[in-house]
């Protein structure tokens, strides 16, 4: 029996820092007063020959961080440990989605991206809120839809590379169960899903970041900002 699929598994992994980057941490540090709020963009890396900015960086991150909850980021400032965690989401994201373009595969759906995006319209606040955010980040309603377009195939891509591999059979389930059978009162019929969506999420976790590390080792990226360059591994 296969693990239930559910939606945002593929980003549950690709984006795993957003799990310990604490919204309270995005906060500028060592930054004067009376710079914060200015925009100075700056290239951040060049990945695959196409230059990443600053201000795309934070946008992103923003955005990522909104998805699952952190709507403190649509207007504090972001700190370097934000943003180093938010660089490897949007690298991993980028060199996926640029080799699913070579081979026109992935596409994302305008629905898909409209469903999205109205799920991020509703956690901002609303309509007027969200055009604020927007405001603010000198970005469109079109930029914002190809970030999340963006993300959403780059979760296709992953997925469709790992999700069979993630799959747990009635074996490894009944031998957890066993292991661990302190841990579950209930008898095996009654916990038997729980267990087995764990040891997939758990699985698929693993083979997220064995698959991420294939994929950049044969990538072209160059991390230009100092604290960029200092996530480089």
Excluded at 109 to 135: D, I, M, Q, T
Excluded at 210 to 224: D, F, G, P
């Amino acid at each position: 029996m296969a693990a239930p699929r559910r939606a945002g598994a593929g980003t549950l992994w690709l984006a795993g820092w957003l799990l310990w980057v604490p919204v309270s941490q995005a906060r500028a540090q060592g930054v004067p007063a009376e710079a914060r709020g200015q925009v100075v963009d700056r290239v951040v890396a060049v990945i695959e020959g196409r230059v990443l900015s600053l201000s795309e960086l934070e946008f992103e991150a923003r955005v990522a961080l909104i998805q699952r909850g952190g709507v403190q980021a649509l207007d504090v400032p972001l700190d370097e440990q934000t943003l180093r965690g938010a660089l490897e989401l949007v690298i991993n994201q980028r060199v996926q989605v640029l080799n699913a373009d070579r081979l026109q595969a992935f596409p994302a759906e305008p629905s898909e991206v409209e469903a999205r995006l109205e799920v991020f319209r509703v956690r901002v606040g609303g309509p007027e809120a969200l055009e604020r955010f927007l405001a603010r980040s000198d970005v469109d309603l079109e930029g914002l839809k190809a970030v999340l377009a963006r993300g959403l195939r780059a979760e296709r891509v992953l997925d469709s590379r790992i999700r069979l591999r993630a799959q747990v059979g009635e074996t490894e389930v009944r031998r957890y169960y066993e292991q661990h059978s302190s841990e579950h009162p209930g008898d095996y019929e009654t916990v038997r899903d729980t267990i087995r969506e764990k040891l997939f999420r758990e699985r698929y976790a693993a083979l997220a970041v064995e698959e991420l590390a294939q994929v950049r080792a044969s990538a072209q990226v160059r991390r230009v900002a100092p604290f960029a360059r200092e996530a480089k591994r």
